[in-house]
């Protein structure tokens, strides 16, 4: 496998992370990390490199990573261990130029943005003595031993996060500043529909749904439809943002996407807790509507005017997705919420709360397989009821288990 292989397929599987490249098409910085997390970087927020180096063995593991000032205090660390000769390669070899490319990506791996990235000579300096002698570094697969040393990398960076046997590695971060954006627009054709995801877009909202419609569109084709409508006394009226629909299951989605572009910068984390969690609550108020209007029988159409055919019998999904679950604050009253609207006798239906980096890992797992998904979500409902809490994670393929805060 080359390198570019090896990469596109980290990438595809990573929730986020980063990446040195060298190659025949020269040398670049790649990221990988949430929307919300993107529009910051590109809102030109502070933004550090960071690099680890682990001398608990003969030959040190070597960590890269990067930290996105999105929140002041609350700030997104991406990190990762180096496997191969080729990664520390890059970093040297890009060390030793004045300045890179830089290309980022969304959750749908779309490349999303461009920027260049200048080091001050002082920083090259600092990251090339850091880095050493690279054929002295450790390569191999990513082992237990190696997650030990990541575990312990993102301990000595973050406090936080400390497990169990987790000790300081030596470590290193420069600053950076990104220049010369290019954000890009990607166009994505449907079977029924044509939608643009532009992540520079003050209109965030209709991004959000956007990149929903997309992540969806493969998965279900002709069956998902973006702000399907039922008619009222004069006109219409949006039944929900997405609704997919298989041959055993109905999907109805709110997108609720939290603002960076139009957003003071000094908001404080309760604050931005606090209006996401009125967001949810709306949403799921929402969801109930929906799902009341399909139990009825009411008829669905779509955003032409056309009649959208399905059975409406079934017990649909009602998902609230977020672009960020925010890991901080009391998310107990919205778990009251949920499992509320799931009691009625009269109505049922299932509820989700989710991110869109979640969202992706459930679309990837189905294998364009509707059922499977509409499968891995009754396992989800089930973690959620059992383990009352909001942060669920996918572990190695199968059933969420509960996630942590962190």
Aim: charged content about 25%; glycine content about 4%.
């Amino acid at each position: 496998m080359d390198s570019g292989e090896r990469i596109y397929k980290e990438l595809v599987h990573e929730r986020a992370s980063l990446w040195y490249v060298s190659d025949e098409y020269g040398m670049k910085i790649m990221v990988k990390a949430p929307s919300n997390t993107l529009k910051a970087l590109i809102n030109r927020c502070k933004v550090e490199l960071l690099f680890g180096k682990d001398h608990k063995r003969k030959n040190p593991i070597f960590h890269t990573g990067i930290r996105i000032y999105d929140d002041p205090i609350h700030y997104v660390n991406l990190t990762g261990p180096h496997r191969y000769e080729e990664e520390h390669a890059a970093v040297e070899k890009i060390m030793n130029l004045s300045s890179t490319p830089l290309q980022v990506y969304d959750e749908l791996n779309i490349c999303v943005a461009t920027a260049e990235v200048a080091f001050a000579v002082s920083d090259q300096l600092k990251v090339l003595n850091f880095l050493g002698n690279t054929s002295s570094l450790h390569t191999g697969e990513f082992d237990e031993e190696m997650r030990h040393s990541q575990d312990c990398f993102d301990f000595t960076l973050d406090p936080k996060c400390k497990t169990e046997r987790t000790y300081s590695i030596q470590s290193l971060a420069v600053e950076v500043k990104p220049c010369s954006w290019n954000i890009i627009k990607t166009t994505v054709a449907g079977v029924q529909d044509v939608n643009s995801i532009h992540l520079g877009d003050k209109d965030e909202g209709s991004v959000f749904e956007n990149q929903i419609w997309a992540s969806l569109e493969y998965l279900f084709n002709y069956k998902v439809f973006k702000s399907p409508a039922c008619a009222i006394l004069k006109g219409t009226r949006e039944v929900t943002d997405v609704m997919a629909y298989s041959d055993y299951g109905i999907f109805l989605i709110e997108a609720k996407a939290m603002g960076i572009f139009n957003v003071a910068t000094d908001k404080t984390m309760e604050k931005k807790v606090s209006t996401l969690q009125k967001q949810v609550v709306k949403a799921i108020d929402q969801l109930v509507g929906a799902a009341k209007k399909i139990r009825e029988g009411e008829k669905i159409f779509d955003k032409k005017g056309n009649l959208i055919t399905f059975n409406q019998t079934f017990v649909p999904h009602c998902i609230v997705l977020v672009s960020e679950l925010l890991p901080f604050g009391d998310w107990k009253p919205i778990v009251t919420e949920m499992t509320k609207a799931m009691c009625s006798k009269d109505l049922p239906l299932f509820m989700h709360l989710m991110d869109l980096k979640e969202f992706m890992q459930y679309v990837g797992m189905a294998q364009s397989n509707p059922d499977r998904f509409d499968d891995l979500l009754l396992h989800r409902v089930d973690h959620l009821v059992e383990h009352q809490t909001v942060y669920l994670q996918i572990k190695q393929g199968v059933a969420p288990t509960p996630g942590t805060k962190s």
